[in-house]
């Protein structure tokens, strides 16, 4: 069976491997998902990711949970645009999460970017997630 939403699944799973505590999270890989990572690693809200060759021309990204004081880092993380409801927005009107401490992930034309890396650049996009 087809996954509808791929991009929300992988947020499901580090929400649930955050809340178990686990220091490693499984993801099945696509260049979408590891767009979205880099940002995170940028924005220091996980280590950082490693691919895992599963051979038959399959690949898991495997996300490197981080941890402050044996509290995880993310707080809250929310998907905002869904397959049945896109969400889009300017450079201008790019929502700020939890007044400017959070962190909104944006597919652009340039690339997936963070809010104030796409306010930096003066583009908008689709608004993929909100972390904090």
């Not at 490693?24 to 979205?36: E, G, M």
């Amino acid at each position: 069976m087809t996954m509808s939403d791929p991009l929300g699944d992988m947020l499901t799973r580090i929400r649930n491997g955050l809340r178990a505590g686990k220091k490693t999270i499984r993801v099945p890989a696509s260049k979408h998902k590891v767009s979205v990572l880099d940002a995170m690693v940028r924005g220091g809200y996980i280590r950082g990711y490693n691919m895992v060759d599963l051979g038959n021309n399959k690949k898991d990204i495997e996300i490197e949970a981080k941890y402050d004081e044996g509290m995880p880092v993310i707080r809250e993380i929310k998907r905002v645009s869904k397959p049945g409801r896109r969400v889009y927005h300017s450079s201008n009107d790019l929502p700020r999460f939890h007044s400017g401490l959070g962190m909104t992930i944006v597919s652009t034309p340039r690339g997936v970017l963070a809010d104030h890396e796409a306010r930096e650049q003066n583009v908008g996009g689709e608004v993929i997630c909100q972390i904090f």
